[in-house]
C-alpha cells in the first residue's frame, strides 16, 4: 500500500508525481457565487503516487479516471436499511408475483422488503418504480422462480422515463480539441451553468469522421448477410456530468471526457437535462434468481434476472442468478452510477448465437462499477454495447468455461475499464468489422489492466481513440481481422503495479481531498 503524504510545498519531484489542488477543485467554495469561477480560501498541495503508463500523450489524451463510478462514486458504503415489511413465501407454490408487487408498492418509507427464506414462484416481472426501497432476501435460501415461457425481465429496477434537455441552456465547447481524460470543457457561454447542474457532453459526429475511421468500407460478409456502413447520424452520444466548477469559460465535471472532442470531426455542445422520475438509493441483494427451463437451448423463459432501467445510485449485491437465456443484470440506458457487486451467473439456458448468455451488460449504463463477480458457460460475461457512455469499470471479474470474448461488443463504446478480470476464453477489444449487422470498432479508450485470457486482441481505431492493454497475460493475436493500428500494450505478459488501476485511482484521489467525487476534479 502506498504511503500519502500532505505537504506544502513541493519542489524537485514534480515528474514523479500528480499535485492536486483542493480549494481550486471544490463545489462548496466559501464564495458561492458560481459566476466567479472560484472561492476564496486557503490552497493544500497534495502529494500521492504516480500511477505508470497513465501520462497524456502528445495530443494531451490520456488513460481516463475512472474512480468515480458506482453507487455515491465509491465514496459511500451501500447502505444497510431496516426491513419495514416481511413476507413468507407460500406454503403452497403458488404464484406470489402479486403478493410481491403488493409490498413493493406500499413501501412508503425507506427501507427494506424482506423475503423470507423459501422458494417465491413468479409468473410475472416484479417492478421496483421507489426511490429508497430495497428487496432483500435470506441469501441463498431465498429463492425466486420465474415460471412459465413469458421471455421477460424478473425483476425491473427503476422507471422508463426519459432524459430531457432544458431548453436553451446549450452552450458550444469551443476549444478545437478536448483531450480524452480531460475533467473540464470550455464553453461559448459559461454563465448557462452553475455547480451541481446537470447537465450532458453532447457529440455529433460528421461523415468525415465515419470516413477516416473507414466505418463506411465495411467488407461484404461472406454468407451474404445483411452489413450496415455507419452513418455520422446515427452516432450522436451523450455523456452525463455533474458540474462541480467554474474558472472562466471553463466547466470543471465530476467525470472525465470519455473520448476527444475534435472539430475536424464534431460539434460538441454542453447541455443542462432532468428526469421526471429517476429513482434513487434503491437495491436488490442477498437471494437466488431462477428461469424455469424446457431444454439447454430454450428460447421461451425468462430472459433476464434483473433489468435497470431509469435509476440512479443504486445497486445490486450478493445475487446468484441460474438458467436465464441472457444474463444476471443489463444496465439500460437510464441507468447510472449502479453497483453490482459479489453477484455469480450460472447455466444460461438459450441458443448459442447473438444476444444471448451475456453475464454482466452495459447496454447503456454510465458511471457504473460491476466488481468481484463470476460468469460461468456465458457467451460475453462482461461486455457493452453501442454507444455506451462512459466511463465505467469492471474489476475484479472472473469468467469460466466461456464460450466467447469478453470487451465492448459494438459500435464505440466509449471508456471502460477491465480491471483484474480473468477469462478462460478470450478477451478482445477491437474492430469486429463485418461481425453481426456490421459492428465496427466495438470500443473506444477501453483499458485491460492486469487481465488475463486463453488470446488477447487490443487494437486501436485508426482516429480519435486508443485503446490499451497493460500487464495483461495471455496469447497475443492480431484478431479476426487484421492490418488495423496495434493497441498500445506495456508490460506483455508482465502484472504491473498497481494491481488494480481502479483501486489505485480511488486511492489517489480520496487521499487528495478525503472528499465525495463531485467536490473533487483535477
Not at 434483473?306 to 445510485?313: G, P, S
Not at 443484470?329 to 441458443?351: E, F, H, Y
Not at 508490460?491 to 494491481?499: A, R
Request: hydrophobic share 35%; aromatic share 10%; charged share 20%.
Amino acid at each position: 500500500m502506498s504511503v500519502f503524504q500532505l505537504t506544502g510545498k513541493v519542489t524537485g519531484i514534480l515528474s514523479l508525481i500528480f499535485i492536486f489542488v483542493y480549494q481550486s477543485c471544490s463545489s462548496t467554495p466559501q464564495n458561492n457565487d458560481p459566476s466567479d469561477g472560484g472561492g476564496g480560501g486557503s490552497e493544500e498541495e497534495y502529494v500521492y503516487e504516480k500511477i505508470p503508463y497513465t501520462d497524456p500523450d502528445e495530443k494531451g489524451d490520456a488513460i481516463l479516471d475512472f474512480s468515480r463510478v458506482g453507487y455515491k462514486w465509491g465514496d459511500l458504503n451501500v447502505p444497510d436499511y431496516p426491513v419495514v415489511m416481511t413476507l413468507e413465501a407460500p406454503a403452497d407454490g403458488s404464484d406470489a408475483t402479486e403478493m410481491i408487487q403488493e409490498a413493493l408498492d406500499k413501501m412508503t418509507q425507506k427501507g427494506a422488503l424482506l423475503l423470507k427464506a423459501g422458494t417465491w414462484n413468479i409468473s410475472g416481472t416484479l417492478n421496483m418504480t421507489k426511490s429508497n426501497v430495497v428487496l432483500r432476501g435470506e441469501g441463498d435460501a431465498t429463492v425466486l422462480v420465474a415460471t412459465g415461457k413469458l421471455v421477460r425481465p424478473l425483476i425491473i429496477l427503476g422507471t422508463t422515463s426519459q432524459r430531457q434537455t432544458v431548453s436553451g441552456s446549450s452552450s458550444r465547447i469551443t476549444d478545437s480539441y478536448t483531450p480524452a481524460g480531460q475533467m473540464y470543457v470550455t464553453v461559448e457561454d459559461p454563465s448557462k451553468y452553475a455547480v451541481g447542474d446537470d447537465v450532458v457532453i453532447y457529440r455529433v459526429p460528421n461523415q468525415q469522421w465515419i470516413t477516416d475511421l473507414k466505418m463506411d468500407q465495411i467488407p461484404p460478409r461472406a454468407d451474404g448477410g445483411t452489413v450496415t456502413q455507419w452513418q455520422a447520424s446515427g452516432f450522436s452520444i451523450y455523456w452525463e456530468r455533474t458540474v462541480v466548477r467554474k474558472s472562466g469559460s471553463q466547466i470543471y465535471l465530476d467525470n472525465p471526457v470519455a473520448m476527444a472532442l475534435d472539430q475536424t470531426y464534431d460539434e460538441s455542445q454542453l447541455i443542462k437535462y432532468t428526469y421526471s422520475d429517476r429513482i434513487t438509493g434503491s437495491g436488490i441483494e442477498d437471494m437466488t434468481l431462477v428461469s424455469e427451463y424446457a431444454s439447454a437451448f430454450d428460447e421461451n423463459h425468462a430472459w433476464t434476472a434483473i433489468e435497470i432501467q431509469t435509476a440512479i445510485h443504486c445497486w445490486v449485491d450478493n445475487i446468484t442468478s441460474r438458467y436465464f437465456g441472457f444474463g444476471l443484470v443489463d444496465m439500460k440506458a437510464g441507468s447510472k452510477n449502479i453497483t453490482v457487486s459479489n453477484c455469480t451467473c450460472l447455466s444460461p439456458k438459450s441458443t448459442i448465437q447473438g444476444s444471448r448468455r451475456y453475464g454482466f451488460y452495459f447496454s447503456g449504463g454510465q458511471l457504473c462499477l460491476v466488481k468481484n463477480c463470476k460468469a460461468d458457460s456465458a457467451r460475453h460475461s462482461f461486455s457493452s454495447s453501442a454507444k455506451v457512455a462512459g466511463p465505467n469499470v469492471f474489476t475484479r471479474c472472473t469468467s469460466t468455461h466461456a464460450l466467447d470474448d469478453c470487451g465492448p461488443h459494438q459500435r464505440w463504446c466509449t471508456g471502460t475499464l477491465y480491471d483484474c478480470v480473468s477469462t478462460d476464453y478470450l478477451f478482445r477489444v477491437q474492430d469486429r468489422s463485418n461481425l453481426g449487422s456490421g459492428h465496427g470498432w466495438a470500443g473506444a479508450n477501453q483499458v485491460m489492466w492486469n487481465c488475463t485470457g486463453k488470446t488477447l486482441v487490443c487494437q486501436s481505431p485508426w482516429v480519435s481513440a486508443k485503446n490499451y492493454a497493460i500487464g495483461c497475460v495471455g496469447t497475443k493475436s492480431e484478431g479476426a481481422f487484421t492490418g488495423r493500428p496495434d493497441g498500445v500494450w506495456e508490460s506483455y505478459g508482465v502484472p504491473v503495479t498497481p494491481e488494480s488501476l481502479y483501486e489505485q485511482q480511488f486511492i489517489n484521489r480520496k487521499a487528495t481531498t478525503g472528499l465525495a467525487a463531485p467536490i473533487s476534479c483535477y
